[in-house]
């Protein structure tokens, strides 16, 4: 019943924008901080960013800060995160989750409550 589904990757060239959405379900959404995760192949996963679906508390890991911005559409229980300036190695599975706790640059070293199956983001000329 609990579904993160994550959507909105693709291919796209350097420089380029995409954003990726992550639709949350079966579970109390606002009582969850939701994060960012992303998987290159070959390498361990990285945390990306996470919110509390509010609009101050928010972290982005150095690597995207400036370029990525998470958002939270409360009514459709939807976070957004917006790429922009894409780079080739921003190319990763990236994959959202939810855990029960605020978001702060300590979560995403933790583990999560749950997980959605992750879209493909390739950024290549």
């Known amino acids: 019943q609990v579904q993160l589904v994550e959507s909105g990757g693709g291919l796209v060239q350097p420089g380029g924008s995409l954003r990726l959405s992550c639709a949350a379900s079966?579970?109390?959404?606002?009582?969850?901080?939701i994060a960012w995760f992303r998987q290159r192949t070959g390498r361990e996963r990285e945390g990306v960013s996470c919110?509390?679906?509010?609009?101050?508390?928010?972290f982005y890991v150095a690597s995207v800060k400036g370029r990525f911005t998470i958002s939270t559409d409360k009514a459709e229980t939807t976070v957004y995160m917006q790429m922009n300036n894409l780079k080739p190695e921003d190319t990763a599975t990236y994959y959202c989750?939810?855990?029960?706790?605020?978001?702060?640059?300590?979560?995403?070293?933790?583990?999560?409550?749950?997980w959605g199956k992750g879209t493909q983001v390739t950024v290549s000329s």
């Open positions: 989750a939810a855990v029960r706790i605020r978001c702060s640059p300590l979560v995403l070293a933790r583990g999560m409550n749950y």
């Open positions: 919110t509390s679906n509010n609009d101050y508390d928010t």
């Open positions: 079966g579970f109390d959404f606002d009582s969850y901080t």
